[in-house]
Structure formats: C-alpha cells, structure tokens
DNA sequence: ACCAGTTCTATTGTGCGCAATTGAATTGTG
DNA sequence: CACAATTCAATTGCGCACAATAGAACTGGT
C-alpha cells in the first residue's frame, strides 16, 4: 500500500504520535460515555468522583493537581456535581480562601454502582493485562517528559532561527 | 486501605489506564500549543493542515473521516482557517451538498514553518523512535478495539442487570 | 496595626468535541 | 415526473480545557 520509502513524510498525520494518544484518548471517552451515561455522569466527573471516592474530601487545588485541571475546568463542574447533590462544597473553616469538597451520602453511594466499569473498560480494550500495564507505563513517561519539558531547551535539529 | 485484595482498587484514579491516556493527551497537546505559538495555529488545526497537506483538497467528510471530527467541530473550525486566509471552501460544482476545502498559496506555504515540529516533539517525548513505534502500535489497536466495540456485549464480569 | 506579596478560587472569553436538529441537494422507486 | 429516503454540511446547545484576570484571604516584615 504505503510508497516503498522507509523513512515516513514527518508531517504526515498517520505517522505522528501525536494523533495516535489523540484519537485513543477520544475513543476512550467515547467509551466512557456509554459506560458512564447509567450514572449520568461525564467522564471528567467520573474523574473528579474518582480522586474524592479516594480521598473522601479535598479542596479545589487538591482536585487540580491530582488530575492537573484548573479552576477554570473543575469550578463549574463541581458546581454542575454539587447540583446534582453528589457533592458539597463549603470554604474551609480556618482559610476562608479554600473551597472544601465532601462527597454526600449520594455521592459515596454511586461508588457502588460505578464498580462494574474498570472490568468493562479493560474488557473493551482487547487488551491483555501486560499490555495495558505497558501501555500505562509508556504513557506515564511520556506525560512526565512532557509536562516537565522546558520550551527554550526545545531541539532544534537543524533550524538556526526563523 | 482497600479491602483485602492484593490487585489496586480497581477504582484507584492512578491505578487505570483511562486517566493515563487522557493526561497524556493534554500534556501532548499542551506540548503542540507552544510548538504551535509562532504559526497560530491551535492544534485540532494543525491536524487539519496535516490533512490538507497531505491531500491539497478534501470535503468536510474527508476530513471528519481521516480525523474522526464531524461537522460541529469541523465546520467553525474551518471557518476560522478561512478567516485566516488559509484555505477556501467552496460548494462542489456537480454536487453542491458537498464542501470542498482547498488550500491557499499562505496555507500551502505555512508547511515549510511546520516542518521542524515533529522533530521537537519527538524530543520532547523523551521516548526512542522504537518505544514510539511500540506506543503507536497498542494505541492503534487501542482505538480500533473502543471504536469497534459494540456497547451491548459489553462484559459483565458479575453483574446481571440493574 | 499596616502594607506588600502570595495563595486560592471564581469568572470571562475562546476554541474544541459531540449529540441532536435543520435544511438543502441528491438518489432511488414507482 | 413525483416523492420518499438518503446524504452532506451547518447550526444549536452543553460541557469541558485553558489563558488571563479579578478579588478575597492569608503571610511576613516593619
């Protein structure tokens, strides 16, 4: 099929990482959304009930920095979440400036219902354990790589200036 | 901590893959936001321009198609290309339902400034051209697997029904 | 106590993603 | 030709993401 060079065009788009975590990661919600539409959930909040069914109660910041979202993300979503009554949101006894969020009893009840989708999402994969556990650890890297990259130490091949 | 058994707490944030592949996608595409800077270009964009380099022309079902975007994301984006002076889009002579996209002398010309990105990137992965190779493989058949699947053989490891 | 600097959350504005709807153009069938 | 069904793109509405800004609350130094 493809054009007998080995060496791919650079800027071709099946070539590039980039589009291959891109379109997985939209996949992957897409999935979610079918699995998640039961609890009436979007799968940025089934991540921030995640982190609370972990932690029982954290405040914004805490939220962000474990699923690295802002409060530009996360405070309408906890007030979309906090409508629903699943959680409650109060400023911290102590420091005024924090918000406090604490799962609801409806909130920490929903858990039940969410523990049948980690099975149906691997099971959706078609991946085997060692692979996904592979997938995960590559991910992870290069999440890190990423994240802690430094813009002006970005690699220039051969490109002087523009 | 969790309850007895030796295997993470299936509901662990850390523990699944979903939030693996999701945070690498928004640290990737933070990653293109500053590539992308110097050509103002966002990156759902430059995968258009991607597309478009590749092909010259396309509807917008071809590029829903190569991209897995439909018209509600394609067509405002599209337009503002336009605005840009970066493509035209014009109604198809013989069948007018369809939207050809073409592109224009400063689009075509903007690939030679993209062509120093995928180096950068693959820098800024840290990863081998082999561990990208490796990634691109399972995350292929990552989102062939989701796509494909059909939500009502979803497995149930133990759950009849609600 | 005062004040400058910092921390934390909320708000605003822009641009995706995607479901659902609309409407024009085309195709298939009698 | 008439007309129902289909195809294609645009629009609408909602919910993220993220940059930028604002404002309240805390901190440390004087």
Redesign the pocket.
Known sequence: MGEAVPGRDPLSLDGQLCFAV?AAS??M??LY?DLLADLD?????Y?VMLALWERGTA??????EA???????????????EARGLVR?R???????????TLTQTGTALRERARPIPGRVLCATGLTEDEVAGLRGLLDQLTESVATHDPTSVGRPSTPER
Chains 1, 2 share one sequence.
């Open positions: 891109y939209r996949a919600t897409g959304r959930l979007t799968y940025p909040q991540l405040s914004v910041g805490d939220l962000g699923l690295r979202l802002d409060s530009g993300t996360l405070s309408p979503l906890l007030r979309r979440l949101r400023r911290d006894t102590g420091d005024e400036r924090v918000v406090r969020v």
